[in-house]
């Protein structure tokens, strides 16, 4: 009984360990100062200085964002 307690602690010693997962590795997605309207049209991001859009703001309930000469508004 011994024997296979110790070759346990022995397999379990030498097992080779698990890595953990690579990190997801990100991509900038925008170069501020930039402007979009939200992907369903309720509002706009702002590219903030790491080059990730951020939530800027949303539209009022009657109206979509459109993007005019290159910039996004709220339409109503």
Known sequence: MQ???ILALVT???A???TPAPRE???AECT???YACKPDFTGWLVCNI???YLDGGNCAPD???ENLDGLP???S
């Open 3 to 5: 024997f296979f307690a």
């Open 16 to 18: 080779k360990p698990t």
């Open 63 to 65: 109206a979509w964002c």
């Open 12 to 14: 379990a010693a030498l």
């Open 50 to 52: 790491d080059g990730f």
């Open 32 to 34: 501020p100062p930039s």
């Open 73 to 75: 508004y709220c339409i």
């Open 25 to 27: 590795i990100l991509v």
